[in-house]
Each structure stands twice: as structure tokens, then as C-alpha cells.
């Protein structure tokens, strides 16, 4: 198992935070479940977010609340590691075990890797750490989530939701190559229910995510939270660009998971992979 890889503070923590998972499953054999990731810290000559993991520890201290949800792992600084969200299947990564399979919804808070003329029709996270190598997964070459049956790269997924709070991580001329079912090949996305993400290079908050998830609780759609609390205002000046895309079989069914969809209100999954992606964006600048 990967936690025999971790510190044995960790796996504490890991047994600590399997026992609600497991009431969870024989109370209700439909629980959802989550995983953290976030880095604050990284290597010389990448600016540090200090913001980042109170951004997801806001996020969780909401979301555990939530009936039917149970967080299954919280990977933190160097043990969030870039195979994390690498496809299982022929990209020789974990995403089977820790962010795709059996999880509903994965979270990165970190950085995100822009290119110097944006798009490029690519994306990568980057971790503060390296592990086996790389601090770095990219789309779209290795990140594939949500991909069930006959999907491309094993059909061994079940992520429904994913947040990728990172710079540049859905420039909106790279929607396709990095987050879409292009050609049959998938990015990110493949049979997943939404994503949301960010059109520009958010600032270092604190808060986003856990106000996000504040006003889902109180019954917003992922698409109105996300977009409200992921841009920031003061006075007349505003700033940071938050992006959502939905997905579903036709362009009527993507637009009604679109407007109406949240964790707290979960839609049925896409019967197909082929499919149509809406999205919507708040225009602070971009990337």
C-alpha cells in the first residue's frame, strides 16, 4: 500500500480518517468520498504559497460535514506526489488509488504551470516536491479522470468532481487538448461531472475553497459558488478568474448539470463518453 511509503505520522492520520469512511459505507452504501492535495512549499526560485493548505484544510472542515460525504485521504506538501493523478492505466501511475477510484472528488491547491505564450494546449501541476523524479503531472498526456467500462485508459474511475485551484489550470484556448474528450483521447476530464478551475493565476487565499463549499451547503450550485468565491473584489477592483465546465451526453443535458449541479446535489452520470462540455468564466484576465 502507498502509505507504507509515508511517515508513520501519516498513517495514523490515514487509519485516523478511514474509520469515518468506513461508518460511512455501512450506514449508506452511496457515500461520497474525497481526497486533499496541497503544497505551500516549494524549491528555490518558485514562490511559496503560504495560503495553500489552510485553503483545503477550510475546504474540509466544511465538507466532512456534509451527509453522505467522507474524506478518504489529505495528502499534504511532499506527500502529495505528482503519480497521485497520473493515469493508472499504460501512464504508470496511482490515480486508480488515490484521486479517481473509489473517489467522487479530488482537490489540488498548489501551483499550476503556465507557458510564456499562452495556450499551448497543454498544463501541468506542480508540486513542491519530487517524487520517483518529476514534481509534475501534465494534461494532456497523463491526467484521465472519471473514465468507467469501455472508456479509454481502463474504464477504472469513478471521480465525479474535481478542483484544480492552480494557476492557468483552464485557459480557455486550451479547454480542449488539456480537460476535453478530444478525439477520443481524453484530458482531464473524461467521463467526470464538472470542473472547476482557474482561467488566470489566482492569488494565495485562505479562504476560497471553504467559502465555496460554505454556499454549496446553503444550497448554491457548484457553477454560482464557484464562480462568486473564486473571484475576488474590492471596491471597483477585481481580480482572480474562476472557470467551471460541465459535462453530460448532449449540450441540454450539460447545460441543466451545468446550472444546477453541486455536491449536495449530485446528477446522474454521463451515459456516454462522447458528449458535449459547456463552460463559464469570470474575465479578470487570463493567463
Known amino acids: 500500500m502507498k502509505a507504507a511509503f509515508r511517515p ?23 457515500a461520497r468520498l474525497y481526497t486533499l492535495e496541497c503544497a505551500e512549499e516549494y524549491p528555490s526560485g518558485v514562490s511559496d504559497l503560504p495560503n495553500s493548505c489552510d485553503n483545503t484544510d477550510g475546504f474540509d472542515d466544511v465538507v466532512e460535514g456534509f451527509s453522505g460525504w467522507a474524506r478518504l485521504f489529505y495528502w499534504k506538501e511532499s506527500l502529495a506526489w505528482p503519480q497521485d493523478w497520473t493515469e493508472t492505466n499504460g501512464r504508470s501511475g496511482l490515480d486508480a488509488n488515490w484521486v479517481d477510484d473509489p473517489v467522487d472528488l479530488a482537490v489540488w491547491s498548489g ?18 516536491a519530487s517524487h520517483n523524479g518529476t514534481r509534475f503531472a501534465s494534461s494532456p498526456d497523463q491526467i484521465h479522470l472519471g473514465e468507467v467500462g469501455t472508456d479509454p485508459f481502463g474504464g477504472n474511475g469513478r471521480n465525479r468532481f474535481v ?12 479547454i480542449g487538448p488539456v480537460w476535453i474528450n478530444g478525439s477520443g483521447q481524453g484530458g482531464i476530464m473524461m467521463r467526470t461531472h464538472q470542473a472547476m478551475a482557474f482561467h488566470d493565476s489566482p492569488d494565495d487565499s485562505s479562504g ?7 454556499d454549496v451547503g446553503d444550497g448554491d ?24 465546465i460541465s ?41
Open 8 to 30: 508513520r505520522s501519516v498513517w495514523l492520520l490515514l487509519l485516523a480518517t478511514a474509520a469515518p469512511f468506513a461508518g460511512a459505507t455501512m450506514a449508506n452504501a452511496q
Open 111 to 128: 501551483h499550476g504551470t503556465g507557458a510564456s505564450s499562452e495556450p499551448n494546449g497543454s498544463w501541468s501541476m506542480s508540486f513542491g
Open 163 to 174: 478542483i484544480m485551484d492552480a494557476s492557468c489550470s483552464a485557459v480557455e484556448g486550451e
Open 208 to 214: 476560497r475553497l471553504e467559502d465555496f463549499a460554505d
Open 221 to 244: 450550485s457548484n457553477k454560482a459558488s464557484w464562480l462568486d468565491n473564486g473571484e475576488s473584489c474590492f471596491l471597483f477592483w477585481c481580480w482572480n478568474s474562476p472557470l467551471i
Open 247 to 287: 459535462f453530460d451526453s448532449t449540450e441540454s443535458a450539460a447545460r441543466n448539470r451545468h446550472n444546477n449541479e453541486s455536491l449536495r446535489n449530485i446528477l446522474g452520470r454521463p451515459p456516454s463518453f462522447a458528449g458535449s462540455f459547456v463552460w463559464n468564466f469570470v474575465d479578470n484576465g487570463g493567463c
